[in-house]
């Protein structure tokens, strides 16, 4: 065990690796935080951000390769935020509601194609459960890379596989499937 609840861990739910750093990174839903410790166990885990800093319903997070900035998505208040990964500054929101996001649950980045792909999966509503893609700086609008008429079926996590551009999305009943970053020739997204 790295962490937990006498390191203040309430409800972690996501973790980001920055292998080059020997960090962890994590959100944790409850506590409203995004958080960073050692990847060894060591010391004590540090909060990044918090409900000071507008966290509200944190959940899936991605790191950039060299550790520059986090990302993570929220569902409580249905944003995609950015922050320094060393935790100074405030952070940002890149996409929210008005970008027509319902209920994000996950992300992933691909940091040379300067995109980001979410899982917006709203609860009870297979009709509107989705993958997106949008720009990593949040500029532009997210854009539909497949949805229910692609076989999205209840995806809550996803995946970039960078050497492959495909996308990797698991569902809660153990399936993972791959598609086309792109949107082009979509394979099926959920698997039974």
């Known amino acids: 065990v790295l962490f937990d609840a006498a390191d203040g861990l309430v409800n972690p739910t996501e973790t980001a690796l920055d292998l080059i750093n020997k960090r962890i990174y994590w959100s944790d839903q409850d506590a409203n935080q995004i958080v960073r410790g050692n990847l060894d166990g060591s010391g004590t885990p540090k909060v990044l951000f918090d409900a000071a800093d507008g966290v509200n319903g944190s959940y899936g997070v991605a790191l950039t390769i060299f550790g520059k900035f986090i990302y993570w ?109 792109t949107g082009a020739a979509p394979t099926e997204v959920a698997l039974r």
């Open 73 to 181: 998505v929220e569902f409580g208040s249905k944003q995609v935020k950015r922050g320094n990964a060393d935790g100074s500054g405030s952070p940002v929101v890149l996409f929210d509601g008005t970008d027509g996001l319902l209920e994000p649950y996950d992300i992933a980045i691909d940091q040379l194609g300067k995109t980001l792909y979410l899982v917006d999966s709203p609860s009870g509503d297979p009709a509107q459960q989705r993958i997106l893609k949008g720009n990593i700086d949040g500029s532009g609008a997210l854009t539909t890379l497949f949805d229910q008429a692609d076989g999205v079926d209840n995806c809550f996590s996803i995946a970039f596989d960078k050497v492959a551009n495909q996308i990797i999305g698991s569902t809660p009943d153990l399936s993972l499937a791959r598609a086309d970053s």
